[in-house]
């Protein structure tokens, strides 16, 4: 089975791969739309796999971007609220579900 820590590794090296960001970019303490749009992707996605939000604060802090958990429900709420972004969810979401259920990484 996989681990959580696996889990948010594979859901933030698609995201990366998604938006064509590197992944210390979409840590950075910014407000630029492709970095922004991407981390609230990425807790959106995270959220939707069932991993805490404690666990999404963690993991942001080992990439030097200390995070509150408010912050985390403001960006899953604001890329839950646009329309396009769900479609692009979809798209990940396939990917990340099998690789919960093989226990593999896709990438």
Do not use: W
């Amino acid at each position: 089975m996989i681990t959580d820590i696996e889990l948010i590794d594979v859901i933030a090296k698609k995201i990366v791969y998604r938006h064509r960001i590197k992944k210390l970019d979409m840590f950075r303490n910014t407000k630029a739309f492709p970095c922004s749009n991407a981390r609230h992707h990425f807790y959106y996605l995270c959220h939707d796999a069932g991993i805490r939000v404690a666990e999404i604060q963690r993991y942001c802090e080992r990439y030097g971007y200390p995070i509150g958990h408010t912050s985390i429900l403001y960006g899953i709420k604001k890329y839950k609220s646009n329309e396009n972004n769900i479609a692009n969810y979809n798209k990940l979401g396939g990917i990340i579900e099998r690789a919960e259920r093989t226990g593999s990484t896709p990438i």
